[in-house]
């Protein structure tokens, strides 16, 4: 599962890093703690016409809400409960299938957030509940981490057609299980696209439903020693706090001797 993320690279930096032809008027703050129903942004493709009227093919970074809402759902609190899409299904589960078919996008990430449960299950204070501890992964070389995601449009029939706020822009994580060390922390993680595959990926010509192999070909985890993971404050775990500090590694004299592998900024998965 992918629950939380942190996204605050500017719109300028993302336009730059994604070869973006299109950008949203809004801007969005930076956010160390993002979380479901949150606005993100999201990099899509789409056809428009060109001065001739002629329909080409344009890559936009677009605002989008954490939570894909269904075009057939009646309300849209489903979003909640489908922010990740399992890659084992989005070609088959009716919430996501039309979404892969031809609405796939990028999700700009500077990493995300996961907890790990010591093997123990211990709590603190005599609590029978697990002691989870966070950790933020991210890639090893600074740039974004470009998750998998699908998009979908939901018009809100309550509001009338003209209005802006009628129409809302969704996506949810497609997510898979994770490998080796990243899979100590946690047995799921996003799917991420390299960069010489997001317009392959991103291509709305490309029919997911006719021929899903070819898209799923182009989700791969990431590869070995490209992300890195260090355990950061329990503060990430309430959506209230929200600052560059959430991304400070834990001092040594906080972490446990019992944490998995990746406990400092210089350890690689």
């Not at 700009?108 to 299950?121: H, M, Q, R, V």
């Not at 211990?122 to 470009?146: V, Y």
């Not at 446990?256 to 400092?264: F, V």
Request: charged share 30%; aromatic share 8%; glycine share 6%.
């Amino acid at each position: 599962m992918c629950g939380r993320y942190a996204a605050s690279r500017s719109p300028d930096d993302l336009v730059e890093e994604f070869e973006v032809d299109e950008r949203p008027e809004a801007v969005l703050p930076a956010d160390y703690n993002v979380a479901p129903t949150k606005e993100v942004y999201a990099v899509v493709e789409r056809h428009r016409a060109d001065e001739d009227g002629a329909p080409v093919v344009r890559r936009q970074l677009r605002i989008a809400r954490w939570g894909l809402v269904p075009s057939w759902a009646k309300d849209p609190t489903i979003g909640s409960r489908l922010i990740n899409a399992r890659e084992e299904t989005i070609a088959t589960k009716p919430a996501f299938r039309k979404a892969f078919a031809r609405r796939r996008c990028l999700l700009p990430a500077d990493g995300y957030y996961e907890w790990w449960t010591p093997p123990d299950g211990s709590g603190s204070g005599g609590s029978k509940k697990p002691a989870k501890q966070p950790f933020f992964i991210h890639p090893k070389d600074g740039r974004s981490l470009a998750m998998a995601g699908l998009y979908e449009f939901w018009r809100d029939r309550t509001r009338d057609e003209a209005d802006p706020l009628s129409w809302w822009t969704t996506v949810t994580v497609i997510t898979t299980s994770a490998e080796d060390a990243v899979g100590r922390i946690h047995d799921r993680m996003p799917l991420l696209v390299e960069a010489e595959r997001w317009h392959d990926w991103l291509d709305p010509e490309r029919d997911g439903i006719a021929d899903p192999g070819s898209l799923t070909s182009l989700l791969v985890p990431a590869a070995p020693g490209r992300l890195a993971a260090y355990p950061v404050t329990t503060a990430v775990n309430d959506v209230r706090h929200n600052g560059p500090e959430l991304l400070s590694p834990l001092p040594d004299d906080e972490v446990a001797d019992d944490e998995p592998p990746g406990n400092t900024e210089a350890t690689l998965f």
